[in-house]
């Protein structure tokens, strides 16, 4: 069975997937600034992706550094990264009486959910006036956010569930990008896992970090 063909599930998973989002929003909105490739769109993928491979929690760190390290785009990945990956799967599934589930697989779940979440909040953050008009009614930002995942194409299955639910959080806060827009468009451009980091700052909604309004004043 895919790992990803859990459509008897999806209920369940869009609650576990609010409570996973939650978990890692939060620690960023206490800080009140974040990097949403590694500090957000990655841990909220690898929590999906591990969960849904059976992963145990004990087991959750390393397997997660060997799915993040055969996604590095710079060339230095060894075949031992997939080797200890693969095997541990295989070793999982027979110790659980499960379908095993490939390296490959896992780490394009991963990619995937990272794309959609990294490439949806690019676009929309990106446009800081329209997002403002968006937000001023909730039904409509849920459908544009719905629109720019899956492009009118329907479903994208887990990813795509997974992806809204996180970019809709995002949203939800008070949320700029903190580095050059035209910049963060263009390094876009080049394929998501080719951003080293997209800064934003992040406070809970209607407050900025330092207790000043947030961006529905800042947007007047």
């Known amino acids: 069975m895919s790992l990803f063909a859990v459509s008897g599930r999806l209920g369940r998973l869009r609650a576990r997937v609010r409570v996973l989002v939650g978990g890692v929003l939060d620690g960023l909105l206490a800080r009140g600034e974040a990097e949403l490739v590694r500090e ?6 690898a929590g999906v992706v591990l969960e849904l491979a059976g992963v145990p929690e004990p087991d959750r760190a390393e ?13 230095s990945v060894t075949p031992r990264v997939w080797a200890d990956l693969d095997g541990y799967l295989a070793e999982l599934a027979a110790h659980q009486g499960t ?6 697989e896992v780490v394009a779940g991963y ?12 676009t929309l953050l990106g446009c800081p006036q329209q997002l403002a008009v968006l937000r001023r ?44 827009e035209d910049e963060l468009r263009w390094r876009a451009r080049l394929g998501i896992r080719e951003l080293r980091a997209v800064p934003v700052s992040l406070a809970a909604p209607g407050r900025t970090k330092d207790g000043r309004p947030g961006w529905r004043a800042r947007s007047r």
């Open 40 to 45: 957000f769109a990655e841990p909220v993928a």
């Open 63 to 75: 397997v997660r550094r060997w799915v993040r390290a055969a996604c590095e785009v710079e060339g």
């Open 99 to 104: 379908a095993r589930v490939s390296a490959v």
């Open 111 to 122: 990619a995937r959910i990272v794309d959609l979440i990294t490439g949806a909040l690019l």
């Open 137 to 180: 009614d909730p039904r409509v930002l849920a459908g544009v956010v719905r629109e720019v995942l899956h492009g009118g194409a329907g479903s994208t299955g887990v990813a795509g569930v997974v992806a809204e639910a996180a970019v809709r959080a995002v949203l939800a806060c008070d949320v700029l990008l903190a580095g050059e």
